[in-house]
């Protein structure tokens, strides 16, 4: 089934935050921001500004009326900066005025007197000066200690892996309008409604009930709009409490990029211990985190880094520990993958690099590590393993041994041009790893015409999840989809929603969706058995019809509601999924916090212009665990959206500030994510075969996060295919690889 | 006051002339398909078509309508996703194949795609999988991977559309000839002498200085007749100051005097830039990294102003964006000898396509029997202005192609950059990668290197 959305997108009739249609009256809010990461607000000038045009109200951290804070796991991120500025593009002035054009000029007349203070952008410096968002996190399982000094070989390093900007095409903004009593309706384009709720609800002092969130769709989110969508929101809500009018900010490109975080920029230490078989016996890692300058979700993204940090491999003895480094950058957050990528990058290097130094082929030691069922993780869950189905069926299918040699063939007769092989397994964790998260709610209405309305906490961005929803209501009414409608993301609808995220929302708001649905089944039959005076479960609906059996009654699915409703029994129903058998418990750093693993293993080849050091992706080839997928069109779009995302991680894409905190890959110009040509010329998807059950809504397993991940192997192929042309060095593993790191690792220590 | 047709509705409007085009149409027309996503030009999140009078076919070009002032539709037919949708909520065969393939996920950039694809199918230029492509290099996509919509793209490249069909544009589109016409006639063409500032693309000017433009007192070249035109002699190729990228990619003169035309010229920018950047307006702009200004630096050319002053490019910069040009000259002609046997353009960037070089460079011979005649040798990137390598051009007059003279003129023209780091490379990246593109041009011209 195609997306739901398709038709009204390429008709371009969709509509986003900066589409809604503006109530008279309408007031348009701009961000005065600053230009300094670290220093003591002194003064800010408002009384040029205050005079332009147009200009209705300005706004400081002393008028709020509620508190200046909009921290979600931490209280430590004020909505506006009041006696310190953290960061360059921390808001210090909200300018209200009648036309957007008029609040951005009238920001520019606005000065800040700012004394700057020590600025720090490098996580390591951070660690040095004690600058930590909370104590360290660790994860151990066995001794690596002890188990260092049986391994034959040890290797030891250092990694970073940069940041990436999440460059949804739609920027963030929201609309607020007021209503009666006192209460704000919100338009937000966000993940995560309620913690746009609960944010303003903090910073204009109404309790939750005045305020209604409400989210048709988002153009794009990937993390950056899971807590980083709430300033905005605030915003125009502090505007409209104050003004007592609808106020919208849809945020300039630039100002998005430069005033929000993006995913976190890692350093980490490794230490890895091998035997003389080649298996992993000991594994130590330390992460530096660049968390930014205040919480927001760096500690859970920091805990997925330790939960991943062994990828897909089985290690007896692990000692990982992380650090979330505190610096003058905008806080960092939420980005496909979640931290995990951060950390299976880290493994992936160290196993690249007692390869090298061995002199086998990395695929070895990966292979020869793969988890099997029954494995422990270092957090204590059993795994129930598809890593090594998945590597073989993809061998089977791409023959790993035919692609290297012809590799290797190629290299051999081209001067100019060499070709990298490599593989990635990916192991990712579906669930919030707070165990708390993982409930959802789906409100179900039943119309006497036949048609079906449905709401769930679920935000669609493109992933799919609104068809997914309607699939699940659909099959079990037995109804063809024109008769199902998924609308909107709303708190009056749906309240104390988790975010969409951890790629969980299909699961959990689909299997709410089922449980409502089911329960209104249930009780639709029950009447239908009594009109019909058949047993319960021999009623069946069928494309609208009901079934005794196997035969057609006369009963259609609109005449059976009306007796329902004759009957007057209800049919909406709320129902509550939380997904059974999770815990951890974070005193002992063990427990199973995930529902399911998903599993797969790619092959990805590479091909580089070592005369100008650039380089192209030839194919990306994985064999992917779907489980049983419910969608195909989906999840298909999922994985080659999420590969290409990973590989723009991995190699083109470079957040890059300056030694002042000042972001100068501001600007799409100056940021580049992969378009057309730079992605693989052929991505080729194998379904894992597999007849497991699990946790998933319909069998059909989480995808939006996990193929992010094996984008990772782009790096790998990369670093294979500088070695062919340069074998005297070692490179260092630093991501991106970008095509000034090509060119410079090319030509390193070479004479040529 | 400005007319055009815009879909199928004619406008009139008083709105000042540096108004966007995009918010035009989003905040004035009400018409919400076209998306914002930078406003710099850089997303085709915007992309809209625009149908020109040419003989008596109108023909069409997509552009970016963030960097589009209104001035630039005088005249023309401007068409958004509202114009191309059928009624009764039915899909256009581009729609139809974006929706089977699964060519759109959050949707937001969708739009700028259909687009681009329709104006594509809309050429009459021969089509391929790869041209097609070719025609969305413009537009980013953050969620699909792109792959799904090379699968519709293939689609659609299949198919062969004609307007009166139905099945692309909407039955109106056979009318805007004749309308066009009319508007045409109704067109001044008088200059306003007063104002010194011109308008060429705007796609330097609108991402440099949006709010300025707006209300700038300005005249607007780009579609000034006389600005527009390639010609030839036995000896020289004359151009006018507004030709664009494209403009360049479809002269028969250039296809014959450049057989990797169309490799080099894909470096630059995306199809609805190449559409409205001008020559001119990548002169003045005078960047160092300016694509066109290196291309014709290594061709040597000059430049005439409406003073009739000619001026060899290579002594028109004097420093960072200081130019040889008086505040009331402006470029009208820009010529070049055909002596070249030899011509190559190299650039690498971050990103191959869509992206800003960190180096480029160019470079024209005339080569007989193995020895250089004559050499001009550009460089971009590398100084505070685009950079024609004087020592390095004369150094190889007279001398053999060979590994050796290769050697001996990248040590010379080494000594004549001066890179700077910045987010485009450190300065030991650009001297490296300077030295390769010097070589590389060997290796594709001679194989030599
Ligand atoms: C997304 C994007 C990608 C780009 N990619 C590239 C690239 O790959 N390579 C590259 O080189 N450039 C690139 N550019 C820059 C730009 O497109 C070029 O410099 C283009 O040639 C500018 O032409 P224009 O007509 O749009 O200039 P405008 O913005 O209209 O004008 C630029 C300057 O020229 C002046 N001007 C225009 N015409 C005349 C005239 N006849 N006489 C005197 N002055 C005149 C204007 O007053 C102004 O100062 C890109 C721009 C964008 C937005
Ligand atoms: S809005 Fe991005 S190209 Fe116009
Ligand atoms: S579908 Fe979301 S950006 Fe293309």
């Known amino acids: 089934m195609i997306n739901i959305d398709a038709k009204s997108h390429v008709r371009g009739e969709s509509v986003y935050l900066d589409d809604i249609p503006l109530l008279e009256g309408t007031l348009f809010a701009c961000v005065y921001d600053s230009q300094v990461a670290h220093g003591k607000l002194k003064s800010v000038d408002i009384s040029e500004a205050k005079q332009c045009a147009g200009v209705v109200k300005i706004i400081l951290a002393k008028d709020l009326k509620g508190e200046n804070q909009i921290g979600g796991i931490l209280p430590d991120e004020p909505l506006l900066a009041d006696e310190e500025v953290h960061f360059c593009g921390m808001p210090i002035a909200i300018v209200v005025a009648e036309t957007d054009e008029q609040a951005r000029h009238a920001v520019k007349k606005i000065k800040a007197e700012i004394e700057t203070l020590e600025i720090i952008t490098d996580e390591r410096i951070a660690f040095e000066k004690g600058s930590l968002i909370a104590p360290p996190k660790k994860f151990v399982m066995g001794d690596t200690e002890k188990a260092f000094k049986d391994c034959e070989h040890i290797f030891e390093g250092q990694t970073y892996s940069n940041g990436q900007e999440h460059l949804y095409i739609e920027t963030q903004g929201a609309y607020t309008i007021p209503s009666e009593q006192g209460g704000i309706k919100v338009y937000s384009s966000t993940q995560g409604p309620t913690a746009v709720q609960k944010a303003i609800s903090k910073v204009t002092g109404l309790p939750w009930h005045q305020i209604e969130v409400d989210v048709t769709r988002l153009g794009g989110g990937f993390g950056g709009k899971e807590d980083q969508a709430n300033a905005w929101a605030c915003i125009c809500a502090v505007a409209t409490q104050l003004t007592k009018k609808p106020v919208k900010y849809s945020l300039h490109r630039m100002e998005d990029m430069r005033m929000t975080g993006k995913r976190h920029p890692y350093s980490a230490d490794y230490k890895i211990g091998l035997d003389k078989d080649l298996k992993i016996i000991a594994y130590e890692a330390v992460f530096y985190q660049n968390a930014g300058a205040s919480c927001d979700l760096s500690l859970p993204v920091l805990e997925r880094t330790l939960f991943h940090c062994t990828n897909s491999y089985f290690i007896p003895n692990v000692m990982a520990t992380a650090y979330s480094c505190k610096t003058h950058l905008p806080p960092n957050t939420a980005f496909r993958g979640f931290g995990g990528p951060q950390g299976m990058f880290v493994i992936e290097s160290a196993i690249a690099h007692a390869a090298e130094k061995l002199g086998v082929d990395k695929a070895e030691i990966q292979q020869k590590n793969l988890l099997q069922n029954d494995d422990e993780f270092p957090y204590g869950q059993k795994v129930v393993s598809e890593a090594e189905q998945s590597w073989h069926q993809a061998d089977h299918k791409f023959d790993f041994n035919r692609l290297k040699s012809e590799a290797e063939e190629f290299n051999s007769s081209s001067k100019y041009f060499k070709k990298g092989v490599s593989l990635m397994p990916i192991c990712f964790g579906i669930s919030f790893t707070n165990t708390r998260m993982n409930q959802a709610r789906s409100l179900v209405h039943v119309y006497l015409d036949g048609s079906v309305a449905v709401s769930t906490g679920a935000v669609e961005m493109g992933q799919g999840v609104n068809t997914k929803i309607l699939q699940v209501a659909a099959d079990i009414f037995s ?21 969409t995220a951890a790629s969980a929302g299909a699961d959990l708001n689909g299997h709410a969706t089922r449980i409502a649905c089911e329960k209104i089944l249930e009780r639709i039959k029950k009447v239908a058995s009594e009109v019909l005076e058949v047993n319960s479960e021999e009623i069946s609906l069928r494309d609208g019809m009901v079934f005794i059996g196997n035969s057609p009654t006369e009963m259609t699915w609109v005449k059976l509601l009306e007796k329902c409703y004759e009957k007057r029994i209800s049919l909406s129903e709320h129902g509550h999924y939380a997904p059974p058998g999770i815990n951890f418990d974070w005193s002992t750093a063990k427990g199973h916090p995930f529902a399911y693993h998903v599993f797969g293993t790619a092959i990805i080849g590479v091909t580089v212009d070592c005369l100008r050091g650039t380089y192209e992706i030839d194919y990306v080839k994985a064999c992917h665990d779907f489980g049983k997928t419910m969608n195909t069109a989906v999840d298909l779009g999922q994985i080659e959206g999420g590969i290409v995302q990973g590989i723009g991680w991995m190699t083109m894409e470079e957040v890059f500030y300056d030694g002042q905190g000042r972001l100068r890959s501001n600007a799409l110009s100056t940021y580049k994510i992969p378009d057309v040509y730079s992605v693989p010329k052929e991505i080729d998807i194998l379904p894992l075969e597999t007849s497991r059950e699990n946790l998933a809504i319909m069998n059909s397993k989480a995808v939006g996060e996990p193929p992010l991940m094996y984008g990772i192997g782009a790096y790998f192929a990369i670093r294979e295919a500088v070695k062919a042309f340069n074998q005297n060095n070692f490179l260092q593993f630093d991501a991106p690889f970008t095509a000034e790191k090509v060119l410079m690792n090319l030509y390193k220590n070479q004479s040529n | 006051m400005i007319k055009f047709i815009l879909n199928n509705q004619s406008i009139e409007t008083n709105l000042p002339k540096g108004t966007t085009v995009l918010d035009f149409v989003r905040y004035h027309k009400n018409l919400k398909g076209t998306k914002i996503g930078c406003r710099e030009g850089d997303c085709g999140a915007c992309t809209i078509m625009v149908g020109e009078l040419t003989g008596d076919a109108v023909k069409y070009r997509t552009m970016t309508s963030c960097l589009m002032p209104l001035a630039n539709a005088e005249g023309k037919h401007i068409v958004t996703v509202e114009g191309i949708n059928p009624e009764n909520n039915e899909l256009t065969a581009v729609q139809q194949a974006m929706v089977d393939e699964s060519g759109t996920q959050c949707g937001f950039c969708t739009v700028g795609f259909v687009m681009s694809l329709t104006n594509f199918c809309l050429d009459e230029s021969p089509k391929d999988k790869n041209s097609a492509i070719s025609a969305i290099d413009g537009n980013i996509c953050r969620c699909t991977g792109y792959k799904s919509i090379e699968r519709a793209c293939e689609k659609v490249n299949s198919g062969k559309w004609e307007v009166e069909s139905g099945k692309l544009v909407p039955n109106y589109f056979s009318d805007i000839r004749k309308r066009l016409t009319v508007l045409q006639n109704e ?81 630059i920018s995306s199809t609805p830039i190449r559409n409205m950047a001008t020559l001119a307006g990548n002169f003045i702009n005078a960047s160092p990294i300016g694509d066109m200004t290196a291309y014709f630096l290594a061709l040597d050319a000059n430049i005439e102003f409406n003073t009739g002053r000619i001026l060899p490019l290579k002594d028109f910069y004097l420093g960072y964006k200081q130019m040889d040009r008086s505040e009331d000259e402006y470029i009208q002609k820009i010529r070049f000898q055909k002596g070249f046997t030899h011509f190559n353009f190299e650039k690498v960037c971050k990103r191959t396509y869509l992206d800003i070089a960190s180096v480029n460079t160019a470079i024209s011979l005339k080569v007989t029997d193995n020895e250089i005649e004559h050499a001009h040798v550009s460089c971009g990137g590398v100084f505070a202005t685009p950079l024609y390598l004087r020592k390095t051009s004369e150094f190889l007059q007279g001398k053999e192609i060979s590994e050796e003279t290769i050697a001996a003129a990248n040590e010379i023209l080494q000594s004549e950059i001066a890179p700077i780091s910045d987010v485009r490379g450190t300065a030991e990246y650009k001297r490296l990668l300077a030295k390769q593109l010097f070589k590389a041009h060997f290796v594709e011209l001679f194989g030599v290197g």
């Open chain 1, 479 to 499: 109804l063809s989809q024109e008769r199902v409608k998924v609308h909107t993301t709303n708190t009056l609808r749906i309240a104390n929603t988790s975010p």
């Open chain 2, 187 to 267: 067109q001044s063409k008088i200059k306003n002498q007063k104002s010194k500032i011109f308008v060429g693309g705007g796609t330097d000017l609108y991402v440099q200085k949006h709010e300025e433009m707006v209300y700038a007192e300005a005249n607007h070249v780009l579609f000034d007749d006389e600005l527009r035109t390639i010609t030839e002699t036995d000896e020289l190729v004359e151009l006018g100051a507004s030709v664009v990228v494209t403009d360049l990619l479809e002269s028969p003169i250039f296809n014959r005097l450049f057989p990797n035309l169309y490799r080099h010229l894909k470096l």
